[in-house]
C-alpha cells in the first residue's frame, strides 16, 4: 500500500508541469459524460450509459482533479459546489422524469437542508477550534524561540510575554534548547526549567527563586548574582564549567549524574578526586573543598553571594516591619505638637 501511495506521488509530481492542462481535459471529460447520459444522443447506437458507471467515472475524475488542486482550496470549494448542483438536478431529473414542481423540491430538501446546516456549523466550530489551538501553538513555539534569542531585550521580552500566557510554569519549556541564550536580569521566579538546557546561557542576576531545575542542563552556565538556592541546583543534570552565584567556578560539589556520566564517557574514574578536578577544569583543593562540603548540610545560601540582593532584601524586610510602628509613632508626635500649639496659642 505504501509503494503504491508513493508510485502514484511521484507520478503526480512527474505530471506537475502539465497539471492546467490535465485539469482541462479532466473537467471537459466529467461535462461530456454527463451530457451523454442526460441526453438521447446515444439512444439510436443502442448505447445505454449505467448511471453507476457515470457517477463512477465522475468520482474518479474529481479524485484526480482534488489530487492537482489541493494547493488551490479556493478551485476544490467552487468545484464541490457544481459537483453539488449537478447531483442535485440530475437526482431530481432521475426521481421526477415527468417534471417536478416546487413542493416536491421543497418536501425533498427541507430534511437535507437543516442536517448540512446543522453540519455546517459543528464543522465551522471545530475548524475555528482547530484553527485557534493551531494559533496559540505557533505563539508558543515563536515566544520560546525568541527566548533562545542571544539578544538580550528580545529574551527579555519573550520571557516577560511567557510569563503573562502562564507558559513559564506549565512545563511547556521541557525538552528545549537554550544554547547561549542571553537571560541576563530574567525574572525567571517559579518557572518550570526541567529537562531544558541551557549550555552557555547568560543568567547573571537572573532571578531564579523557586524555579524547578530538575533534570535541567546547565554545563558552562554564568549565575553570577543570580537569585537562587543550592538545593535548586541538587536536582539539576549538569554543572560543569557553570559560574556560581558567588562568582566561582562550580566545584562538583553536587555530584550530578549527567556530569558523572560524561566524565566516564571521558575515560575518567568519577571517584579520582585528580581526574575529576581535571574535568571540572578547577584546582584540585577547589575540587576536595567541595567534596568535604558535599557531605555536610548546606544552609542553603551561597558563601559570600550576591550581597547586595541579600542587604536589599534585609532593608526591604525591615521597612515592612517597621512601617506600621514608624506610621503611629509620627501620629502620635503630630498629635501632642497639635496639642501644644493649640495650648500655647493666645484666647482671642
Excluded at 510575554?161 to 513559564?168: D, F, M, T, V
Amino acid at each position: 500500500m505504501k509503494n503504491l501511495i508513493k508510485r502514484l506521488d511521484n507520478w503526480l509530481q512527474s505530471i506537475e508541469p502539465h497539471k492546467n492542462r490535465i485539469l482541462i481535459v479532466l473537467f471537459l471529460i466529467s461535462i461530456v459524460a454527463a451530457g451523454l447520459e442526460t441526453t438521447d444522443v446515444l439512444r439510436p447506437l443502442n448505447i445505454d450509459l449505467s448511471p453507476v458507471l457515470v457517477i463512477g467515472l465522475q468520482l474518479f475524475l474529481l479524485v484526480l482533479m482534488l489530487a492537482f488542486l489541493a494547493s488551490s482550496p479556493e478551485y476544490v470549494g467552487f468545484l464541490l459546489l457544481i459537483l453539488g448542483l449537478y447531483i442535485g438536478i440530475r437526482g431530481f431529473d432521475f426521481l421526477y422524469p415527468k417534471g417536478f414542481s416546487s413542493y416536491q423540491a421543497t418536501n425533498d430538501f427541507y430534511a437535507n437542508l437543516s442536517s448540512e446546516l446543522v453540519s455546517i456549523a459543528v464543522t465551522v466550530l471545530i475548524i475555528d477550534r482547530l484553527s485557534e489551538r493551531r494559533e496559540i501553538k505557533l505563539m508558543k513555539s515563536r515566544l520560546i524561540r525568541e527566548m533562545k534569542s542571544n539578544d538580550n531585550s528580545t529574551a527579555l521580552k519573550a520571557v516577560g510575554e511567557l510569563r503573562g500566557l502562564g507558559w513559564l510554569n506549565d512545563g511547556s519549556l521541557k525538552n528545549n534548547e537554550m544554547w547561549s541564550a542571553n537571560l541576563e536580569a530574567a525574572i525567571l521566579h517559579k518557572s518550570d526549567l526541567s529537562f531544558v538546557d541551557f549550555g552557555r546561557a547568560n543568567l547573571r542576576s537572573s532571578d531564579l527563586r523557586e524555579a524547578k531545575l530538575t533534570n535541567t542542563v546547565l554545563t558552562e552556565v554564568d549565575f553570577t548574582n543570580a537569585r537562587l538556592r543550592p538545593s535548586q541546583l541538587v536536582e539539576a543534570n549538569a554543572l560543569r564549567d557553570a559560574i556560581m552565584p558567588d562568582g566561582k567556578k562550580y566545584d562538583g560539589r553536587f555530584n550530578l549524574l549527567g556530569d558523572i556520566n560524561r566524565a566516564r564517557i571521558k575515560g575518567l574514574d568519577p571517584s579520582d578526586p585528580i581526574s575529576m578536578a581535571t574535568f571540572y577544569h578547577i584546582p584540585l583543593e577547589n575540587f576536595l573543598f567541595g567534596q568535604e562540603k558535599s557531605h555536610e548540610r548546606f544552609n542553603d545560601e551561597w558563601e559570600g553571594v550576591s550581597m547586595q540582593n541579600q542587604a536589599h532584601e534585609k532593608r526591604v524586610e525591615l521597612s515592612s516591619n517597621w512601617l506600621p510602628l514608624t506610621s503611629l509613632l509620627f501620629t502620635f508626635v503630630g498629635a501632642v505638637l497639635g496639642y501644644l500649639f493649640a495650648r500655647s496659642t493666645p484666647k482671642i
